[in-house]
């Protein structure tokens, strides 16, 4: 599959355009340093502007961190998912919301996947450690209950993540980054942000189909690759 840029209309262009500017107004001060630095290294290919061209995208992730986007039509079988992950594949939409969808859908579209993912992909330490979680998933994909943890596990980091260190709280999961509502939320005294634990974590289902109830705050960003790593460790020892 690929993006077929010519049918995109003027009001899909004009969609991308208020989509882009809200949340990128939105996220100062709320979105993680590391992902309005990597915003701003994806201008040359990401712009309110207009609905961006896969193609300049891919050819400054390449030269980046080598990593890439794979079309899809839509939600993909997390096995597929994860082994796409595990060849530096990153899985986008190419459709886009309409106006009336401007703050809720019930499938991601392109707006979520480049947005939201893509900028972080331009990092070399976070674009590493997205692999390795599709090494995890193709290490599960035959076992049901493993596969389910490793989906929970990049459910409430790279989609829902948060960091929280003492009182200062910063978005980096993808889900809420590309959330006009949800990054307002996150930040208000309300929010509901458990201490990390990613024993529980893995172990707790989530509702894709809500907003979601509760947050795991992570404490830095070393702290992720390192335990992404030590559950690729254990698993090349329990096999
Ligand atoms: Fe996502």
New binding site residues.
């Given amino acids: 599959m690929q993006q077929h840029y010519d049918q995109y209309t003027t009001e899909d262009h004009a969609v991308w355009q208020i989509l882009f500017e809200r949340q990128v107004k939105n996220l100062q001060g709320k979105a993680c340093d590391l992902y309005l630095d990597k915003l701003e290294a994806l201008a040359p290919a990401l712009q309110a502007k207009a609905v961006p061209r896969f193609d300049d995208l891919n050819a400054v992730l390449l030269s980046a961190t080598g990593w890439q986007i794979h079309v899809v039509p839509g939600l993909i079988p997390p096995a597929d998912f994860f082994a796409l992950l595990a060849d530096r594949r990153f899985c986008s939409s190419t459709w886009l919301r309409t106006r009336a969808q401007l703050d809720y859908l019930e499938e991601?579209d392109m707006f979520?996947?480049i947005f939201?993912?893509v900028p972080l992909l331009m990092d070399t330490g976070y674009a590493d450690m997205m692999q390795q979680i599709g090494e995890l998933g193709v290490a599960a994909a035959h076992d049901p209950e493993k596969l389910d943890e490793i989906e929970r596990l990049y459910w409430f980091t790279i989609?829902f993540g948060v960091l929280q260190r003492g009182d200062e709280r910063q978005i980096y999961g993808?889900?809420i980054l590309s959330s006009f509502g949800e990054a307002k939320e996150i930040v208000e005294p309300e929010a509901i942000i458990k201490p990390w634990d990613v024993k529980e974590l893995m172990q707790t289902p989530f509702d894709k189909s809500m907003i979601q109830p509760y947050y795991y705050g992570l404490p830095d960003w070393e702290t992720l690759p390192k335990v992404i790593a030590e559950i690729w460790h254990s698993t090349q020892v329990s096999v």
Avoid: F
């Fill in positions: 991601p979520h996947d939201g993912h989609e993808a889900g």
